[in-house]
């Protein structure tokens, strides 16, 4: 177990719909990244959040935004969603103040797009 | 741009014997390297890293070769057990460069024979 939690686990959503990924990081890690895992594909980086700040973007869509609150737990908001956004989303923390280094992973949310 | 390649797909690995999974990258900024082991339905977690002033880190059964010169990385597992059986994923950052995200080759699924 990482100690970085997400929620939902799965998701099933039709396209055009709105969804909301849910991710709690390890207690005191102030950094939460986004990731996105399409079929045989590696991780593609999305965005970054530092102690509530956006640090860093990916190749992350306009659809897409993301939040991180004062609690430090972080949402991932994926909107007018398309066949192509159906993926594994997982969320990652780290204490590496420095950053670049061990990221330390949720179990992701599978969603699926019809 | 594949920045990060894992060009074998997959490796079949005989109990015991030592499982060699190899990484190339292309960016030269790219100053620190990690290895994640993923099973299905759960989340990457962090094996092993190597800061690019290194050229061989080994954590137990797990050692990772670095050459620079090369821009190749190797994960060595000694020796091979069956639940070594995953997905292994390489990463680079560029840490010196204030780049903390991690960007992850396409993934190796190793299979330990019994």
């Known amino acids: 177990d990482s100690g970085v939690t997400q929620t939902p686990k799965h998701l099933i959503t039709a396209t055009g719909q709105r969804v909301t990924l849910r991710c709690s990081p390890r207690?005191?890690?102030?950094?939460v990244y986004w990731y996105q895992q399409s079929l045989d594909q590696g991780l593609q980086f999305l965005i970054q959040y530092y102690n509530g700040e956006e640090r860093a973007k990916g190749n992350i869509l306009e659809r897409f935004s993301a939040q991180q609150f004062p609690d430090l737990h972080s949402e991932l908001n994926l909107s007018s969603l398309e066949l192509g956004d159906s993926a594994l989303y997982f969320c990652a923390s780290t204490a590496d103040l420095a950053g670049g280094g061990e990221q330390y992973f949720g179990p992701g949310t599978r969603l699926t797009v019809t | 741009d594949q920045q990060v390649k894992q060009n074998s797909p997959s490796l079949s690995v005989q109990e015991g014997r030592i499982s060699i999974l190899n990484c190339d990258y292309t960016?030269?900024?790219?100053?620190?390297f990690l290895w994640y082991k993923k099973y299905p339905a759960e989340g990457p977690t962090f094996l092993i890293s190597?800061?690019?002033?290194?050229d061989k880190n080994e954590d137990g059964r797990f050692t990772v070769f670095l050459n620079k010169s090369a821009k190749h990385l190797s994960l060595h597992i000694v020796p091979s057990q069956p639940g070594d059986s995953a997905v292994y994923f390489c990463?680079?950052?560029?840490?010196?460069?204030?780049?903390?995200?991690?960007?992850f080759g396409t993934g190796t699924r190793l299979t330990i024979i019994p």
């Open positions: 207690s005191g890690d102030l950094s």
């Open positions: 960016n030269s900024m790219f100053d620190y």
């Open positions: 190597i800061s690019s002033i290194k």
């Open positions: 990463a680079a950052s560029a840490r010196s460069f204030g780049n903390e995200k991690l960007t």
